[in-house]
């Protein structure tokens, strides 16, 4: 017999699969949020509704952080969120607008093509 070989480790990938696809600890999306910032008084009726202490919620729910989502325990921990590196990245991603669902389908080509000039190609052509 030869040197002894290494067994087939067959399920040796499957616990990183397992860990991409939880949904345990999942956050809002980014269009999502710029969607709570776009409509505050939505916003706003959900914290008025959890102002009753929610005892499931960090804080009783009444520390949040829109941009992020993310509730916290004291009005002392949000302050020293708003400073981080991750809020202050998170702000800036929100500066840009989400793509919509036609943005998309144009950048594909799905879109509707437009016969008609616009009308700074007719100003163009009349004077």
């Keep these: 017999m030869g040197p002894k070989v290494g067994r087939k480790r067959q399920h040796g990938r499957i616990r990183d699969v397992k860990r991409a696809s939880r949904t345990r600890a999942r956050t ?31 804080g009783g729910g009444n520390h949040y952080c829109i941009h992020c989502a993310k509730h916290f325990v004291s009005d002392l921990a949000l302050q020293a969120h708003l400073n981080t590196k991750v ?14 669902q036609k943005e998309a389908e144009a950048a594909v080509g799905l879109g509707r093509a437009s016969t008609r000039p616009s009308t700074t190609e007719e100003a163009m052509v009349v004077q």
């Design 87 to 100: 809020h202050k990245k998170r702000v800036k991603v929100l500066k840009v607008p989400a793509y919509t």
């Design 28 to 58: 809002k999306d980014l269009d999502q949020i710029q969607e709570d910032m776009a409509y505050p008084e939505r916003l706003e009726k959900e914290q008025k509704i959890l102002k009753e202490l929610d005892e499931d919620l960090p």
